[in-house]
Structures are given as C-alpha cells and as structure tokens.
C-alpha cells in the first residue's frame, strides 16, 4: 500500500494550546550519569519543554487533544535536533520524550462508592522521538536537522499531556576538547573534558494527531489543516482562561504525496441549508461553464456572500482570504455556535477535489 501521514489539529504548542517552558531551543550536555554534578551552567544534563500546570489554559488545551483523539488515531512527533560533537563520538543515546496520560480503568470518583485515594485517576504512557526513529547520522547533526515519528493510539486514548523531555541515557562519553602547543601541533593525550557547554540542542517541536492516507484509494486527496485548531471562544474572566480570537483553514491537495495547492485555484463555502441546486443565476456562471453548485451541491453559498463589501451591506464582516489567496480566517465573532465551511480545489481546470471543515464556538 501507498501510504501518508497528513497533519490533522493543531501543534500542541501552537497559540491556544499548552504552554511551554521554553521560549527557545533546548539543550543539554552529553555526559555520563555518575558525572552531572560536574556540570557548569548553562550546561543541563536534561532539559524540561513542557511540565503540567493545572491551570484553564492547560484545561482548554486538554479538551482540544481528546477531541482530536476521538477522530484520528496517529500521533505524530516531529522537531529539529542539532549535535556538536567530535567527529569520533559514537558512544550515548539521546531523545525526545513525551509522557501523556490515559484514563485508569480502575479509577473510581471521588465521592462514589469503592474509591481509593491510591488509585490514581490517570496512567502514563510514553512516546519517544529517538535513535530508532532518527535518520542519518544523530551525532553529526551540525545543522537543524528535522526527525519526525508516527505512532498509532487507539481513538480517545490520550486525555492530557504530562511533560515533555530532551534526554540522555547516562551512557555518553565526554568529547574531549584537544589542546594545542605555539606551533599549533596538538599536545598527546592533552585536552579537557567538555563539562561547562549543552551540545544536543532540540527545537520547533511539533506534537499533534495525523491521518494516515491510503493512495490506493485515489490518488488525489484534498484536505484542510487548522494549524491552531477548529475552535474560538472568548477570555473567561472568572477562570483566567485565555481567547483563541480567531482560527485559520489552510488548503491542501495532495497527488501522490506531493502538495499542488499552489497550482489550484482555491475557492470556500460556508454551508447554508437554503442554497438549492437552481439559487444560482446565469450571471454565476464561471470561466469553466459552470455555477458554483456544479462544484459544491445544494447546501453552500460562495465565502464572497459572507466577506466585508466594505459597504456594511453584507451577511458577516468576520472572515477574511488572507493574502495568499487561499487560507480562510475566521473570526470569533462570526462563529455564534458553529459553521461547517467547505474547500473547492480546481487543479489544472480537471480535477476538482473537496472537503469540510466544522468550527465550533464554545
């Protein structure tokens, strides 16, 4: 079979989503275990990206991951890793942990009958970014270089994200920094151990949930990506709870496993149950011959019905084309409960591929 993964939700730490403790990359210092207390700062044995706070922007990120969960059942891990190591170094295992959490079967509420305080409400469950899933050469990383990894959780498994974790396995040398005579000729044996300076670096991490595409079943596949989610809501003054103001849809069409959306000519539809087969006129007609129902069906009205004329005369002044001319931003406002919007990709005036995307406002 021809498979692919395609991005499905947003990045976990994308706006809206869960707070990391990091405002850059992370790094830490290859060395044996037994040797951390010889670290010097800034140098770190390992290096913390997210811990969890229980706080209501952490909550509302926790519901966006188990409504993805319910839908898609691939986890995808991605990020750039950068090493500076010798050229020799070929001792150490390092990697990029994330520990989730998964409902106990065993756990029994608070306040029912049969709960134990020892029984923990949730179980941890580990998916780590490394060495098995890395390729080329992890020691010789000397750019950022991307890795990214698939792994399969059964629908509505992950509840929360615990931590997030650039480690090591205690089990790497020292690189050792030779030292040199005025002639410039290195001195035998010389040289210190590489103790006081992080040498893994890890950074642009990218947690979310994908769907995987089977191209047997057609070569053609489009699809809309909500990098920050398919939810607005307004601050929550009582809770603390922070605004997502606005969402965006990005447009893809995938032949093979390339993406041709910049080829395509994109249009959006928000739906609208009175739009019949015969709404459109004869002055609706396009370049191809045809009305905007040809494409879409009964049930869509063109976004150019609900977009700001500028002239206060229209349906909904709350969602914008940006300028590439084909991601679709929606605001807010303009979500009073929920919109379904359609994508019409036409490629090469041929294929012409479609798909629906659900906003929610909470």
Not at 138 to 155: D, E, G, I, L
Not at 271 to 295: A, G
Request: overall charge negative; aromatic content about 14%.
């Amino acid at each position: 079979m021809l498979n692919y993964y395609v991005d499905a939700g947003p990045n976990w730490f994308s706006e809206g989503m869960y707070k990391t403790n990091h405002a850059t990359e992370c790094g830490i210092c290859a060395c044996p275990e037994d040797s951390q207390a010889l670290l010097l700062t800034p140098a770190n044995y390992d290096d913390i990206y997210f811990i969890r706070t229980e706080d209501p922007d952490t909550l509302a990120a926790d519901a966006e991951v188990q409504w993805y969960g319910g839908m898609y059942e691939y986890l995808k891990i991605s990020a750039l890793f950068r090493t500076e190591f010798s050229s020799t170094h070929s001792v150490g295992n390092y990697s990029l942990k994330v520990l989730c959490e998964y409902s106990n079967p065993d756990y029994i509420p608070e306040g029912s009958v049969g709960h134990d305080v020892t029984i923990p409400q949730y179980m941890e469950i580990e998916y780590v970014l490394g060495f098995g899933e890395f390729t080329g050469s992890p020691y010789q990383y000397s750019q950022n270089t991307p890795q990214t990894a698939y792994f399969q959780v059964p629908k509505g498994t992950i509840k929360r994200l615990k931590t997030v974790q650039l480690w090591q396995d205690g089990e790497f040398l020292f690189d050792v920094v030779p030292t040199y005579t005025a002639n410039g000729s290195q001195v035998e044996a010389g040289g210190s151990k590489v103790v006081d300076r992080n040498n893994i670096f890890c950074t642009d991490i990218d947690i979310r949930y994908a769907d995987k595409v089977n191209l047997n079943d057609g070569l053609y596949h489009c699809w809309i990506e909500t990098p920050i989610g398919d939810r607005v809501y307004k601050a929550n003054p009582l809770s603390g709870g922070s605004a997502k103001p606005y969402v965006d849809l990005v447009p893809h069409f995938y032949y093979c496993n390339g993406d041709y959306v910049d080829d395509c000519e994109v249009r959006w539809f928000r739906r609208n149950s009175s739009i019949m087969e015969s709404t459109p006129s004869s002055q609706d007609v396009d370049q191809y011959n045809k009305t905007w129902t040809d494409y879409t069906g009964p049930g869509w009205e063109p976004i150019e019905n609900v977009l700001d004329d500028g002239l206060g005369s229209v349906k909904t002044v709350w969602n914008a084309v940006l300028d590439d001319g084909k991601t679709l931003r929606v605001y807010e406002p303009g979500v009073t409960w929920q919109w379904d919007y359609k994508c019409v990709c036409i490629y090469y005036k041929q294929v012409r591929e479609d798909e629906n995307e659900t906003l929610i406002y909470e």
